[in-house]
C-alpha cells in the first residue's frame, strides 16, 4: 500500500528521483543553490534562515533505494564564546544518505531489523533538509572562536583584552585589605 505524499516537489531541499526508476546503477546530478532553513545551528553558532547554500549532490539507484552523495556549502554566522565577537565560518560538508523504498523498509521492519534513522522515500521523493541538518550542525563548532588565540573579556570589567593587551587591574591581596583602611588621605600625599 502506498503512502499518500506529503512532500512539496516545488521545495528547493526536496529531490524527484522518478527518472532514475527502480534501476540500480543509474544516477543523476543536481546543482542548486538554496536559502537555509530556519534554525540550521545551535545555540552560538549557525547558517542564518534565508542565506545560500550550495548543493552539489549525485543521486544513485541502488537495490535498496536511492543514495545521495555531495557536499553542502555555507557560511554561519555566530558569537565567539570567549569575548562574544562575531565569527564567521565558511562550511563545506559531505552529505551521504540512503532513502530507502517504503516496501524495504517495510520488509526490513517485519524482519526485525529496527534501525531509527533510516530515511524512507515518499513516493518518488526524497526529503534533504533532515540529512542536512544531520550534517551541518555537527560539522559547526562546538564552542566557536573569532580567532584561535583569542584572549576573551577581562573578568573584572568585561573589557575585550584584544583591543588592550596590557589591560590590568590593580588588586589588593585580600589579607591586607583590613590595612588599607589605615593609611590616610594626608599620608598617601606624603608619599607622593
Partial sequence: MQRPVHLDPRSPLVLDTLELG???GSTRTAQRTVAAPADLGTDVIGIPEGSDLELDLRLEAVMEGVLVTGSV???AVGECV???GEVVDDVDVSLTELYV???RATAAAEAG???EDVRELEGDLVDLEPALR???V?????RPLCRPDCPGLCSECGAPLADDPDHSHETLDPRWSALSGLVSPVDETKES
Fill in 82 to 84: 570567549r569575548c562574544l
Fill in 113 to 115: 531489523d529496527d534501525e
Fill in 73 to 75: 556549502r555555507g557560511r
Fill in 22 to 24: 527502480r534501476r540500480p
Fill in 134 to 136: 544531520d550534517a551541518v
Fill in 101 to 103: 523504498y517504503p516496501e
Fill in 138 to 142: 555537527t560539522a559547526l563548532p562546538f
